[in-house]
C-alpha cells in the first residue's frame, strides 16, 4: 500500500458525459499527478500540482482539467468524454516538485 | 522533445536467469531515472531511482540500475530471476519542468 488512495475503483459511463476522479496523497505529499495508461498510449503524464499550484502540464487534452484543493486531494475532470478515453487513470504523490513519486491503485475508466 | 525507450517489449526468462532490460533516454540535461514495476492487478511501485552520486543504484528485491550518461542508459540488471518477478517494468525520466516521460514498458514473463 502506497499510501495514495483514489475513488472510485472503477467508473462505467456513456459517450459526452463527465466524470470526476478523486485522489488523496500520502500524508506529507504536496505534489499530485495524474497519469493515463492505456493499451494503445502506454502511460501518459498528464498534469502536476504542487501546494495546490499547477506546476507541468503533459499530453492533457483541454477536455480535462484538474486541480488540488487546500487539504492536497486532487480532482480530474474528464469531459465530454469519448470512447478512446477509456483507460485506467493513476494519481501518484511525492513530497516536492522533484521527488520519487508514489502510485494509487487507480481508477479504471470504461466510457461505452 | 523528450522520450523514453524500452527496446525490449517482452522477455520471457527461465527461474535463475540473469536479467537485463534497456533503458535509452533523449536529453542532454540533468535527469532523475526510475524504474517503477507493475505486478499483474496492482498498481506501480517503485523499484529504484537515481538522483545523482553513484551511477550504480541497488534497489528493492535485488534489483540494480547503472547510469551510463555518455549512452543515454539506464538499464535494469538482476543476477538470478525469480517467478515472482514475473511483472511489467517501466523506465521513466523527469527532465525539463518537472515533466515525467515513461518508457512504453517492458513485460517479463518468469517461467518457473
Known amino acids: 500500500d502506497s499510501g495514495v488512495t483514489q475513488t472510485p475503483k472503477h467508473l462505467i459511463t456513456a459517450t459526452g458525459q463527465r466524470v470526476t476522479l478523486r485522489c488523496s496523497p500520502r500524508s506529507g505529499d504536496l505534489s499530485v499527478y495524474w497519469y493515463q495508461q492505456s493499451l494503445d498510449q502506454g502511460l501518459q503524464f498528464l498534469i502536476q500540482y504542487y501546494n495546490g499550484e499547477e506546476r507541468a502540464k503533459g499530453n492533457i487534452l483541454e477536455r480535462f482539467s484538474a486541480q488540488q484543493f487546500p487539504d492536497l486531494h486532487s480532482e480530474l475532470n474528464l469531459s465530454s468524454l469519448e470512447l478512446g478515453d477509456s483507460a485506467l487513470y493513476f494519481c501518484?504523490?511525492?513530497?516536492?516538485?522533484?521527488?520519487?513519486?508514489?502510485f494509487g491503485p487507480g481508477t479504471r475508466l470504461t466510457v461505452l | 522533445a523528450q522520450s523514453v525507450s524500452q527496446h525490449n517489449h517482452h522477455v520471457i526468462l527461465s527461474e535463475a536467469a540473469s536479467l537485463e532490460l534497456g533503458c535509452n533516454y533523449s536529453?542532454?540535461?540533468?535527469?532523475?531515472l526510475f524504474w517503477y514495476v507493475q505486478y499483474p492487478g496492482q498498481h506501480l511501485q517503485l523499484l529504484l531511482k537515481?538522483?545523482?552520486?553513484?551511477?550504480l543504484v541497488k534497489g528493492i528485491k535485488g534489483f540494480e540500475a547503472e547510469f551510463i550518461k555518455s549512452k543515454f542508459s539506464f538499464n535494469l540488471r538482476k543476477p538470478s530471476v525469480q517467478w515472482s518477478d514475473t511483472a511489467e517494468y517501466f523506465c521513466a525520466v523527469m527532465g525539463d519542468f518537472n515533466k515525467f516521460y515513461f518508457g512504453s514498458g517492458t513485460k517479463l514473463n518468469v517461467k518457473p
Open positions: 536529453y542532454g540535461g540533468t535527469v532523475n
Open positions: 501518484a504523490s511525492s513530497e516536492g516538485v522533484r521527488d520519487t513519486q508514489y
Open positions: 537515481y538522483f545523482s552520486g553513484d551511477p
